[in-house]
Structure formats: structure tokens, C-alpha cells
């Protein structure tokens, strides 16, 4: 996800890659990143926070701790920090970095390729220029939307953080089903990937509602009819809120 942004703020030109310093703990990774990119590279944290005018923390839940306890020395109070940590709240960064302007943003993979969305909230001591800034960047990666409220982020990352792996997953079973009918792997795959996008823009471009488009194509005592029908009985949309509720909770014990 850190390389998404990174590819996103030089694709707008955002920033030049002399503009910015990546830091990996893996010595592959910052190779490939400075090779990629042109962008210097380091394997200190605080060397890579001590100039910069908005530090991005993308590291795994798991080891923020680690990386709080190096950066919270070297932080001043001017410098932006941005985290795309899923489940680590603001009071979490604020008290592991003793640093109060912080924005924290839930973005998504589609944001490689720039089709990302983005949920993001700030502390108030944040700068208006900061909040620009951030702004951009996360625009940068697809559509962004701000609230002022925290509880979004855990909300969010249960929807659209995790979303694109419902959707890859439904992909997966629907190619799986196609594959057993008769058809090859490859014509399954292209298939369900351009049914998924031509339903897509449709669902965009239309102004009726996803349930009345899927009525208009559900003829009673029809094909789609008897496949939904299959779908309901087996509580699709009983499951799908379960899994959400369940990616949810994960986010808000991750913060705890
Ligand atoms: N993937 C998503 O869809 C998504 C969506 C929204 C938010 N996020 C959040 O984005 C963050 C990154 O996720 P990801 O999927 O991109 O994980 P990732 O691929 O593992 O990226 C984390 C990177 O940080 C490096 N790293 C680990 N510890 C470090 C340290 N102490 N100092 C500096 N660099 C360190 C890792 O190096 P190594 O590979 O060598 O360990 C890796 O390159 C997570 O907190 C996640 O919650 C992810």
C-alpha cells in the first residue's frame, strides 16, 4: 500500500522522487523502491522522518509499536504524520509518537492502479496546508471522503479497506462455477471479470437502484430467478453481513 502511494503522488506529480525518502526494513525491497522510482531510500526510520515536511506510516499493525518507539524521538511538532494503519486510532499514534498533527486514512488496493477510495479524518491541530496536501495524495490514488469521525475508519476499512478481497473471492467462486459447467479456465475468468465491470458501469451510469436492475433481469420463473433463489436460501446477504461485522471487530480490536 506504501508503494501505491508513492507511485500515485509521482504518477500526479505531486512530488519529485528527489522529494522523497523511503524507509523498508528489507534491503530488497528499498533496492527495487530506488531502482522503480528514483526515490533515495534507507533503512532507518529516523532518518527518512527527520526532514520531511508529512511523514507516511505504512507498516503492518503488528509492528507499529516498533516503529512508534523510533520515530516518537525525532517527530516535531510541525511535521505532518499521515497512517494508513488499519484498526491504529489517533489517540494510539498521539500518545506512541507524542505527535498531536496526525491524519489517519483507510485507503484500498485498487488505489495501485488508481482506483482506490479512501476514508480519512484529522486531529484539529492539523494545518489547513496539511489537510490540502493529504487531500491530493489520497486523490491521487482515486476518490477520497473526509468525516470527523473516527468510528468511520473501522467502518470503513470492514467495507471498502477489505471490500476489493468480497469482490476478488466472489470472482474466484463465480469462475470456479463457470469452470465446472464446461468452460475453460481462461474463458471462465473472462467471463465473470467483464460481466463484474460491465455491471459495474452499468450500476454507475444508471440511475436506478442495484435491487431494481436486478429485478429487471429476473424474469419470474426464469434463469436468474431460480439462481437467486439458490443464493437466497443459503443467506448470501445474512453471510455477507456477518463477514463485514466480523471485519469490522477485527479493525476495532487491532486498535485496542
Ligand atoms: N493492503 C491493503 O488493502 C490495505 C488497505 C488499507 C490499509 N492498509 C494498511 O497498510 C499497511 C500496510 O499494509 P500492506 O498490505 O501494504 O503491508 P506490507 O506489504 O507488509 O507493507 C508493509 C511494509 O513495511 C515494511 N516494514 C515493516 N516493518 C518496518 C519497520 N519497522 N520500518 C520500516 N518498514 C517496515 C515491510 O517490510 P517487509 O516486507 O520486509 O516486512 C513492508 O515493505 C497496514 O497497516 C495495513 O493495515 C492496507
Not at 10 to 39: F, N, W
Not at 130 to 157: P, R
Not at 166 to 180: C, D, R
Request: hydrophobic share 40%; aromatic share 4%; net charge positive.
Amino acid at each position: 500500500m506504501g508503494e501505491a502511494m508513492l507511485a500515485a503522488v509521482l504518477r500526479k506529480r505531486l512530488s519529485t522522487p528527489q522529494g522523497i525518502i523511503v524507509s523498508d526494513i528489507s534491503d530488497a525491497r528499498r533496492q527495487y523502491l530506488a531502482q522503480k522510482y528514483g526515490v533515495s531510500v534507507t533503512g532507518e526510520n529516523r532518518t527518512a522522518a527527520s526532514g520531511a515536511d508529512i511523514i507516511i506510516l505504512a507498516v503492518k499493525p503488528q509492528t507499529l509499536a516498533d516503529a512508534m518507539a523510533e520515530l516518537k524521538s525525532t517527530l516535531k511538532p510541525k511535521q505532518l504524520l499521515l497512517s494508513i494503519i488499519a484498526g491504529a486510532k489517533i489517540k494510539t499514534l498521539r500518545s506512541g509518537l507524542r505527535h498531536r498533527r496526525i491524519i489517519r486514512a483507510m485507503p484500498n488496493t485498487p488505489a495501485r492502479i488508481g482506483e482506490g477510495i479512501t476514508v480519512w479524518t484529522a486531529t484539529p491541530q492539523v494545518m489547513e496546508r496539511h489537510k490540502k496536501q493529504a487531500q491530493s495524495i489520497l486523490a491521487a490514488m482515486g476518490h477520497e471522503i473526509y468525516t470527523c469521525d473516527e468510528t468511520h475508519l473501522d467502518m470503513a476499512t470492514a467495507v471498502s479497506g477489505s471490500g476489493p478481497a468480497y469482490f476478488f473471492y466472489f470472482v474466484e467462486a463465480l469462475s470456479a462455477a463457470a469452470t465446472k459447467l464446461g468452460f475453460t479456465p481462461e474463458v471462465s475468468q473472462h467471463l465473470v471479470l467483464q460481466t463484474m465491470s460491465g455491471a459495474t458501469r452499468l450500476l454507475q451510469q444508471s440511475e436506478k437502484t442495484p435491487a431494481e436492475l436486478r429485478r429487471m433481469v429476473t424474469s419470474p420463473g426464469g434463469t436468474t430467478a431460480a439462481a437467486i433463489q439458490r443464493l437466497e436460501e443459503g443467506k448470501l446477504a445474512e453471510l455477507v453481513n456477518k463477514a463485514v461485522k466480523a471485519a469490522y471487530n477485527r479493525a476495532r480490536e487491532l486498535g485496542k
